[in-house]
T-cell receptor, first 113, second 111 residues
Framework: DAGVIQSPRHEVTEMGQEVTLRCKPI?????LFWYRQTMMRGLELLIY????????DSGMPEDRFSAKMPNASFSTLKIQPSEPRDSAVYFC???????????FGPGTRLTVL | GEDVEQSLFLSVREGDSSVINCTYT??????LYWYKQEPGAGLQLLTY?????DMKQDQRLTVLLNKKDKHLSLRIADTQTGDSAIYFCAERAGGYNKLIFGAGTRLAVHP
């Protein structure tokens, strides 16, 4: 298996622009997690899905952030409009079930100028 | 609420043992995990321990759990330069499906 796939690996954009991060979980995994990693705040869970349904989005920082999972093999995390403080590495992880080991993707490094 | 704390940095000589420590607050934690993050990569699960265990050994890795003190440690025997990475402690709090991560300990291995 190719593991969790994230795209793009790097994204540089200007403040105010819309940013869309993409994730393809491991085939057969039912749970998907979005994390954000910064030096200041460490690794934060933003939102997670089970069977394509959002279960807990309490970690989403504000309304500028939204996430979708239209099917079992694809999820997006969108920031609109983006701000410099959104600069971070965003990780997607998937697991067979909610209580199982999470497999992380390589991350998307986002820089908002 | 849940909280996981780790020291931020550890430097060891190649061939020595490394001990990375972690404390957590939720006494109902079911599983505790150690993840490794190499530069430019995502997190990779190294090992985990169930809360009713005191110790788990896996080749060069030894996990010790003191549930009374809510203290978890990861010992790496014969530390190699390839072990240089950030190590994250995480807990799965009872009743929760999400993992709570510590800030990570950066392990530097020098000759």
């Amino acid at each position: 298996d190719a593991g969790v796939i994230q795209s793009p690996r790097h994204e540089v954009t200007e403040m105010g622009q819309e940013v869309t991060l993409r994730c393809k979980p491991i085939s057969g995994h039912n749970s998907l997690f979005w994390y954000r990693q910064t030096m200041m705040r460490g690794l934060e869970l933003l939102i997670y899905f089970n069977n394509n349904v959002p279960i807990d989005d309490s970690g989403m920082p504000e309304d500028r952030f939204s996430a979708k999972m239209p099917n079992a093999s694809f999820s997006t995390l969108k920031i609109q409009p983006s701000e410099p403080r959104d600069s971070a590495v965003y990780f997607c992880a998937s697991s067979p079930g909610l209580a199982d080991e999470q497999f992380f993707g390589p991350g998307t490094r986002l820089t908002v100028l | 609420g849940e909280d996981v704390e780790q020291s931020l940095f550890l430097s060891v000589r190649e061939g020595d043992s490394s001990v990375i420590n972690c404390t957590y607050t939720d006494s109902s934690s079911t599983y505790l995990y150690w993840y490794k993050q190499e530069p430019g990569a995502g997190l990779q699960l190294l090992t985990y321990i169930f809360s009713n265990m005191d110790m788990k050994q896996d080749q060069r890795l030894t996990v010790l759990l003191n549930k009374k003190d809510k203290h978890l440690s990861l010992r790496i025997a014969d530390t190699q330069t390839g072990d240089s990475a950030i190590y994250f402690c995480a807990e799965r709090a009872g009743g929760y499906n999400k993992l709570i991560f510590g800030a990570g300990t950066r392990l530097a291995v020098h000759p």
